[in-house]
């Protein structure tokens, strides 16, 4: 009984999730396009794409632009209004460099109530992480579970057992 419960409820929790961080980026890009709509000029345009302290690969577009709105000169160096990532894209990234050079006049969006943060654009949603997201959730929740009830180590000891068997030499007088 239990089981089916588990059978059915597992596969709706992982589309919910999925569903539920779609249609936050939806509403997310509802608002942003409600705000308002500035010329911005773009001062800096790089794409890094090298090894970081620990040898992880960073690939980032590095985009600068001014704006003016009401009245007062701002400076942004956050290009694109993002979500978690578990898998970002790196053409979209190279794309941005390509896209926004320096000396280019743009639209930006600007926050209506901190005048300070702008956008050009919000990022694309990433339909890999919208699958993989709620299935760490649900596989992280499993395994804590499994850990308190005591799964885990009856399979260790049942992995180790085996292995145990399969190594086994008798001795040879």
Known sequence: MILKLFSVLIPMFLIATGFLQTFIY???KKTFNNW???TA???YSHFLNQLDVDGRKMVEAIIAFEYTFRGKSYR???PVLRGYDLFPDFDYEKNLTKKYQVGDLVNARVHPKVNSVAYLEV??????STVLVPLMIFLSIGFIVALKLGYISEVYEYLRLQFELATYQPDRI
């Open 76 to 78: 942004s160096e956050t």
């Open 36 to 38: 308002p709509n500035v």
């Open 123 to 128: 990022a694309p949603l990433s339909r890999l």
């Open 26 to 28: 939806l509403k997310l």
């Open 41 to 43: 000029r773009i001062t």
